[in-house]
């Protein structure tokens, strides 16, 4: 343990979640304010309690009152789930990722502390009022807390201590809420159905009328690349669990970095993306361009004929090697050594083909989640290029605010962070759910075949809602 940071205690392991749930909670008991010599040194208190079994998602759903988070990353075999907020950052600017993270990441916990993590699309448009509760930036790191890996399975509770938290009444007010928490004691949340629709439209005609202005920006050189985003809304009458919804999407689509966040019981904010922004472990950084896309084949020989079409394709390639360019361009500053192979590969999901590059360098010496944020997003592929010129336009074309829509989302640690981009996702209110899907304009494109390409990418969620778009 080292004065000045987190401390961690670990509580015997017990049989599973329920147990662990019970014996967590009579730790927290003792660990009252009155122990004012054991807390006072550290800003932090992490209480530890091994499950030999505990499923994260099942666990999160038994707490719907505090906010709630999940995260599952492509590439590790990290499940973390977390209920309420002990510490975070909200709002601009997102350098204060990297000062909440070097706070909660000390101590005992330097490799177990992680945070969750979301940024709106574009943090300098106005949120409309659906998105309100997420916040431009925002960084946590849970009140509760469950993960499970190949190591095993443990719940915790994180507690901010220290003096200026005791005196103030804080660390005796989470570490209550927590007890309460843990022994099913809040209050359940009455959640009404959202009747209204949300704001936008979602109307061929309309689209058609978005890529033909951007295609004349496209050919006057204001930009070489802008990605033109839909928002289609279905009203199910019901209310929709979020819970039960992004169950059924992480079975869906396998192999794909899987989000949640819900502020509220009112709304949550969902997804299961196929795109790194980045993955960083110790210095070494990898992105991903990703762009171009192709259905998959009902046969494997129309889904190899599919996938040789998209890798010969000249305008897919093109859209795709100006992601490869940002990313290159972008991390080059960053970054000892740089490197991208020069032709894509094929990066294939249930439902579609896409192109795909991996770029991957040597972080210098200072370099943090914070810098790598602000350089990568926005990507050419969610946004285009150049960059504040495709937004400015996407502002002026899209008639709805994306919020999280193919923002950042991750989840962030002192040797390793992974980081989405928050495509292939929805936003559940109430009876209602609106399910977001762009595909790149550039020089030759066609305003049915890219609306026909974002119906292809709403299909996961049409499957799972049972709704159909017009294709």
């Given at each position: 343990?080292?004065?000045?940071?987190?401390?961690?205690?670990?509580?015997?392991?017990?049989?599973?979640?329920?147990?662990?749930?019970?014996?967590?909670?009579?730790?927290?008991?003792?660990?009252?304010?009155?122990?004012?010599?054991?807390?006072?040194?550290?800003?932090?208190?992490?209480?530890?309690?091994?499950?030999?079994?505990?499923?994260?998602?099942?666990?999160?759903?038994?707490?719907?009152?505090?906010?709630?988070?999940?995260?599952?990353?492509?590439?590790?075999?990290?499940?973390?789930?977390?209920?309420?907020?002990?510490?975070?950052?909200?709002?601009?600017?997102?350098?204060?990722?990297?000062?909440?993270?070097?706070?909660?990441?000390?101590?005992?916990?330097?490799?177990?502390?992680r945070l969750f993590g979301t940024v709106r699309f574009d943090p300098l448009r106005e949120a409309a009022p659906e998105?309100?509760?997420?916040?431009?930036?925002?960084?946590?790191?849970p009140l509760l807390e469950m993960r499970r890996s190949a190591s095993g399975c443990v719940l915790a509770c994180n507690l901010k201590a220290g003096v200026a938290?005791?005196?103030?009444?804080?660390?005796?007010?989470?570490?209550?809420?927590?007890?309460?928490?843990?022994?099913?004691?809040?209050?359940?949340?009455?959640?009404?159905?959202?009747?209204?629709?949300?704001?936008?439209?979602d109307e061929e005609h309309g689209w058609t009328a978005s890529v033909e202005s951007l295609l004349r920006h496209i050919e006057d050189g204001d930009v070489q690349k802008a990605v033109l985003a839909r928002a289609a809304h279905h009203e199910l009458g019901t209310p929709v669990d979020p819970i039960e919804l992004f169950e059924a999407l992480r079975r869906q689509q396998p192999d794909t970095c899987q989000f949640l966040v819900q502020p509220s019981p009112a709304s949550a904010f969902l997804g299961a993306s196929p795109?790194?922004?980045?993955?960083?472990?110790?210095?070494?950084?990898?992105?991903?361009?990703?762009?171009?896309?192709?259905?998959?084949?009902?046969?494997?020989?129309?889904?190899?004929?599919?996938?040789?079409?998209?890798?010969a394709s000249e305008k897919d390639r093109r859209e795709q090697e100006i992601v490869r360019q940002h990313l290159l361009k972008h991390l080059a500053p960053h970054c000892g050594h740089v490197e991208a192979p020069a032709e894509p590969d094929l990066r294939s999901v249930?439902?579609?083909?896409?192109?795909?590059?991996?770029?991957?360098?040597?972080?210098?010496?200072?370099?943090?989640?914070?810098?790598?944020?602000?350089?990568?997003?926005p990507t050419p592929a969610v946004c285009g290029t150049a960059t504040a010129a495709a937004r400015e336009l996407l502002r002026k074309y899209e008639p709805f605010d994306r919020g999280l829509y193919a923002g950042p989302v991750g989840c962030f640690g002192r040797e390793e962070s992974e980081v989405a981009v928050a495509i292939r996702s929805a936003l559940v209110q109430g009876s209602s759910v609106q399910v977001f899907a762009g595909a790149g304009i550039v020089a030759g494109s066609d305003p049915r075949a890219e609306w026909q390409e974002t119906s292809l990418k709403m299909q996961a969620f049409d499957q799972l809602l049972d709704v159909r778009h017009a294709s």
């Open positions: 343990m080292a004065l000045g940071g987190t401390r961690t205690v670990t509580l015997d392991p017990c049989a599973d979640a329920l147990e662990g749930q019970t014996r967590l909670a009579d730790a927290l008991e003792r660990w009252t304010a009155d122990r004012i010599s054991d807390l006072a040194p550290h800003p932090f208190l992490r209480l530890e309690q091994p499950v030999a079994e505990g499923d994260p998602l099942a666990w999160l759903r038994q707490h719907p009152v505090l906010l709630r988070a999940f995260w599952h990353g492509r590439a590790s075999d990290l499940e973390i789930a977390g209920v309420g907020v002990c510490v975070e950052h909200e709002g601009p600017p997102v350098a204060a990722l990297d000062e909440l993270l070097a706070q909660v990441a000390s101590g005992d916990a330097v490799e177990t502390a998105w309100a509760p997420y916040g431009r930036s925002r960084f946590h790191l938290a005791i005196e103030a009444g804080n660390y005796e007010a989470q570490r209550r809420t927590a007890v309460r928490a843990l022994r099913g004691a809040l209050p359940e949340p009455r959640v009404l159905p959202m009747g209204s629709p949300l704001a936008g439209s795109e790194f922004l980045y993955r960083r472990v110790g210095r070494h950084v990898l992105s991903e361009a990703l762009a171009g896309t192709r259905r998959r084949g009902s046969t494997p020989e129309r889904d190899g004929a599919l996938a040789g079409e998209l890798l249930p439902m579609m083909h896409h192109l795909l590059t991996t770029v991957e360098g040597t972080l210098n010496p200072g370099v943090h989640d914070a810098d790598l944020l602000s350089a990568l997003h």
